[in-house]
Antibody, heavy 121, light 113 residues
Framework: QVHLVESGGGVVQPGRSLRLSCAAS????????MHWVRRAPGKGLEWVAL????????YYADSVRGRFTISRDNSQNTLYLQINSLRAEDSATYYC??????????????WGQGTVVTVSS | DIVMTQSPDSLAVSLGERATIDCKSS????????????LAWFQQKPGQPPKLLFY???TRESGVPDRFSGSGSGTDFTLTITNLQAEDVAIYYC?????????FGQGTKLEIK
């Protein structure tokens, strides 16, 4: 049973940084690419980033490239999203998800419940 | 970037009737080397994470009722729900994974008439 639990969200001032985590269990984490997807209040889903199973390839949405960094620790079965220079438009529920086809760069398949980030002064 | 455009933005359908949601991509998401369309569909209900319905445009995820079907190729895709049930009320999204950055459609809100 795949289980993904995001954490690290909260209320943060503009310009500050935050690191989100996603603890994975129930599957061979090191065999799968992983995604971050967000949904801002009143908006639709936005794909944010993905990382390959081995951490050697990372890809980002244009809106976050240069400010967000996706990473993973396969020894700890944990995915991360480092968010720097937070902006009001980064306020959203952030979901982690497994890749649907294995190593990475396919569809998000299993999703966590999400963690809420609110950027406000 | 590939832009995904869904239509309509919202629709209301009577219980037991058919709902149809279209998705158009700004670039073909068909990969000829493996004859696959890199297109997925998701359902999101209030307070829940998205749920995968289809991948490769028409491959149904395990556990998804066969009232749901996905079709299309290239740049034009359709999600069809027949015999609409109350539990189908949700926002539906198409998603391309043909190239990075991956992108979602803006979503279609489905309600009961």
């Amino acid at each position: 049973q795949v289980h993904l639990v995001e954490s690290g969200g909260g209320v943060v001032q503009p310009g500050r940084s935050l690191r989100l985590s996603c603890a994975a269990s129930g599957f061979m984490f090191s065999d799968y690419g992983m995604h971050w997807v967000r949904r801002a209040p009143g908006k639709g889903l936005e794909w944010v980033a993905l990382i390959w199973y081995d951490g050697h390839n990372e890809y980002y949405a244009d809106s976050v490239r240069g400010r967000f960094t996706i990473s993973r620790d396969n020894s700890q079965n944990t995915l991360y999203l480092q968010i720097n220079s937070l902006r009001a438009e980064d306020s959203a529920t952030y979901y982690c998800a497994t890749d649907g086809y294995g190593s990475g760069s396919y569809w998000p398949r299993f999703w966590g419940q999400g963690t809420v980030v609110t950027v406000s002064s | 970037d590939i832009v995904m455009t869904q239509s309509p933005d919202s629709l209301a359908v009577s219980l037991g009737e058919r709902a149809t949601i279209d998705c158009k991509s700004s670039h073909s998401v068909f990969y000829s080397s493996n004859n696959k369309n890199y297109l997925a569909w998701f359902q999101q209900k209030p307070g829940q994470p998205p749920k995968l319905l289809f991948y490769w445009a028409s491959t149904r995820e395990s556990g998804v009722p066969d009232r749901f079907s996905g079709s299309g190729s290239g740049t034009d895709f359709t999600l069809t729900i027949t015999n609409l049930q109350a539990e189908d009320v949700a926002i539906y999204y198409c998603h391309q994974y043909y190239t990075t950055p991956h992108t979602f459609g803006q979503g279609t809100k489905l309600e009961i008439k």
